[in-house]
């Protein structure tokens, strides 16, 4: 089994920036897909980003590019998910995701979950 804990969330005001973090453990993902998601009130979740841990390749959601970046630590087991410019929009609970197959990710059914983190960003 893989546990994921998020941390990193809060509230912040338009322009400003947070960092999330995603700590692994349970049993190794280096060679697992990991993604973030997002999902506002009253809307559906939606995928903000991914990595692979076995390439580095990632991947945007438009409405992200350019303003939030996605890392991995191997040796801290641990995923990030910088966010700059940050906008009132981009208010919701982010939650990371992690799945052997990439397919997986992109498909927005990971088999792990983690709790999520509360963003806030006020205009």
């Known amino acids: 089994q893989v546990q994921l804990v998020e941390s990193g969330g809060g509230l912040v005001q338009a322009g400003g920036s947070l960092r999330l973090s995603c700590a692994v453990s349970?049993?190794?993902?280096?060679?697992?897909?990991m993604g973030w998601f997002r999902q506002a009130p009253g809307k559906e979740r939606e995928f903000v980003a991914r990595?692979?841990?076995?390439?580095?390749?990632?991947y945007y959601a438009d409405s992200v590019k350019g303003r939030f970046a996605i890392s991995g630590d191997n040796a801290k087991n641990t995923m990030y998910l910088q966010m700059n410019n940050l906008k009132p929009e981009d208010t919701a609970v982010y939650y990371c995701?992690?799945?052997?197959?990439?397919?997986?990710?992109?498909?927005?059914?990971?088999?792990?979950w983690g709790q999520g983190t509360q963003v806030t960003v006020s205009s």
């Open positions: 995701a992690a799945d052997p197959r990439l397919a997986h990710i992109v498909g927005g059914i990971p088999a792990y």
């Open positions: 349970g049993r190794t993902v280096s060679n697992y897909a």
């Open positions: 990595i692979s841990w076995t390439t580095g390749n990632t």
